[in-house]
């Protein structure tokens, strides 16, 4: 994040909106630190996990700014999941997601990162939190069907299938590619997280098998305007999710509240809800989880 985003984040973010000065120390040592020691540094997360992040982790450092990074749905996470359900995690990144779901919530993850210096640290962040046992890695990318695509490596957060005019770069990696319905062939899992980078459709095309599975329950899903680089418009994700039986929600947790949306939010993350009386038994009967001094 650029400094006036991240002090605008700060300033609005649930956790921090009101120890704003708290928040903004936090980040001036992370700033420092980096400069200074430049190396992975093992920081406190939530609940007794922890995060390996290094300078120029703009999702992570998020997490150590403000405790959860991506609120709404981090906060939905923690509040649906139990130890007996599963999680899947498509673009996982350094697993911050599989983090939460495993080591707080106690669920089992199923995860896929295709681009291989990021699933290395993702690696580590299961070791470090003795998580072998409930998360299962997968060095890949998801797709319509099986085979191989090329990936960006050096762009952080927003690594992408390839496309044309990124073929020919030093910064491309062929992965291999399977579907959704080869990743999870015998059990749904109850919340399943979809970060591609604009590759949501292509994920979606190879789970026609689990989208019909009642067992899940939510999907949160990025649609943000990056499909058009796919030549896909966003909003026929949306009525592909809406024939499955899923509606558009955003969630408060500090108020363990979900409202009802017309459409996708263009800027993030979207909630989208299955069975949703279910889902809000969950929610409600959630412990209460403490980050930052802020019990909810």
Known sequence: MRLTQTLR???????????????????????????????????????????????????????????LHEFSEMGFLLHLLRPEDLFGDIGANIGAFSVLASGVAGAGSISAEPVLSTFLHFKNNVAVNDLESKVQLHNCGVGAEPGKLYFTRDLDTINHVAVEGEMNSKEVDAVDIITLDQLF???????????????EMS???????????????????????????????EEDIHQL????????????????????????????????????????????????????????
């Open 203 to 233: 994920v979606l095309q190879g789970a026609k098998r689990l989208l019909n599975e009642s067992g899940l329950k939510a999907i949160i899903i990025e649609l943000n305007g990056a499909c058009g680089r796919y030549g896909i418009k």
């Open 9 to 67: 984040y700060l300033s609005s973010h649930p956790l921090t909106r009101d120890r704003k000065l708290a928040a903004y120390w936090r980040f001036i040592k992370w700033q420092a630190g980096t400069r200074l020691f430049p190396f992975p540094v093992l920081y406190p997360f939530v609940a007794g996990t922890s995060l390996l992040v290094r300078k120029g982790m703009a999702g992570a450092t998020g997490n150590i700014y403000a405790g």
């Open 241 to 296: 999710l809406l024939s499955y039986g899923f509606r558009p929600m955003s969630y408060l947790p500090l108020d363990r509240k979900l409202e009802s949306l017309v459409t996708f939010d263009p800027h993030g993350n979207t909630i989208y809800i299955r069975d949703e009386a279910w889902v809000k038994e969950r929610l409600n009967s959630a412990k209460k989880r403490n980050i930052l001094n802020k019990v909810f």
């Open 185 to 199: 062939p015998s059990r749904a899992p109850v919340l399943l997280k979809i970060d591609v980078e604009g590759f």
